[in-house]
């Protein structure tokens, strides 16, 4: 699992910390709504015409787990074999969750960095992803960054987090958890209410960190800004997976269950 993270509990206090959003993080003023990105140039992209994954790398674009070998949720992450969990068809890139011969839930996870070196991260920018995201009870995608620093702490950024029972809404939060098990965390949360249902058409999902500044976006419209915490300066990479229950019932999920994903696109700002 992610450090520590996400049980039952824990999963239901970030929801209620979401809707304290107003004093934990402000929305954008009106002139900040739309996101623009005529200063920044794409630094990474995959556009799934293929997948280049591996289980562990060193010498593919992903590998199919955390770098920190920490597994989540009721469905094993496994490695990637021909037809699952990871599938390309005109561009779009399907992640399949679903019981094995054996009744067990297995599905997948990209990483975008390894934590030896290889991969991709970057410092500040904008993080997008664009995705179909499945329906029924017990699914649980997410699109979120880590950071490469884990010697004192680590950095997660949840751009998004989906709970396929409450198919309007989805949960955006970050987390610095302390290495040492002592230090005092951070566990901050929003709850946006997105007013459509996520399962019927492609979004976007995106996240922009500044120095002084972060902001997160659907569709281009910022929903939740806070002051940058000094522990983001420091390269992040992408992650998605399509993972199940988070504490919530898997009784009744469609199986298979598919997230479907059309980009993952990483900007910089241009240099001055």
């Not at 007013?195 to 976006?217: A, P, Q, R, W």
Request: glycine letters at 8%; charged letters at 20%; zero cysteines.
């Amino acid at each position: 699992m992610r450090p520590h993270r996400l049980q039952r509990l824990a999963t239901r206090f970030l929801l209620v910390v979401g809707t304290l959003a107003a004093v934990l993080g402000t929305p954008a003023r009106a002139e900040e709504q739309k996101l623009d990105l005529s200063q920044y140039d794409i630094t990474f992209a995959d556009e799934f015409d293929t997948i280049d994954v591996s289980a562990w790398g060193p010498n593919t674009r992903w590998i199919a787990h955390t770098p920190w070998h920490g597994d989540f949720g009721d469905a094993q992450f496994v490695d990637p074999r021909p037809g699952f969990p990871f599938t390309t068809e005109n561009g779009i890139l399907t992640i399949t969750a679903a019981r094995n011969a054996n009744g067990k839930w297995e599905s997948g996870l990209l990483s975008g960095h390894d934590l030896k070196g290889h991969g991709f991260a970057q410092t500040y920018g904008y993080f997008e992803m664009r995705a179909k995201l499945p329906a029924g009870e017990g699914v649980w995608p997410a699109f979120w960054l880590m950071g490469t620093e884990r010697s004192k702490y680590a950095v997660e950024v949840d751009v998004m987090e989906f709970y396929g029972h409450e198919p309007t809404k989805f949960q955006s939060y970050y987390h610095l958890w302390q290495m040492d098990g002592k230090s005092p965390e951070k566990h901050i949360g929003h709850m946006q209410q997105a007013g459509i249902d996520l399962t019927k058409d492609f979004h976007t999902f995106g996240v922009m960190i500044e120095k002084d500044k972060t902001t997160y976006y659907l569709d281009g419209v910022a929903y939740w800004s806070f002051d940058t915490p000094p522990e983001f300066a420091q390269p992040l990479f992408p992650l998605v997976n399509l993972a199940l229950g988070s504490g919530f019932s898997i009784e009744n999920t469609p199986d298979p269950s598919r997230l479907l994903v059309d980009y993952v696109r990483i900007y910089a700002k241009k240099p001055n």
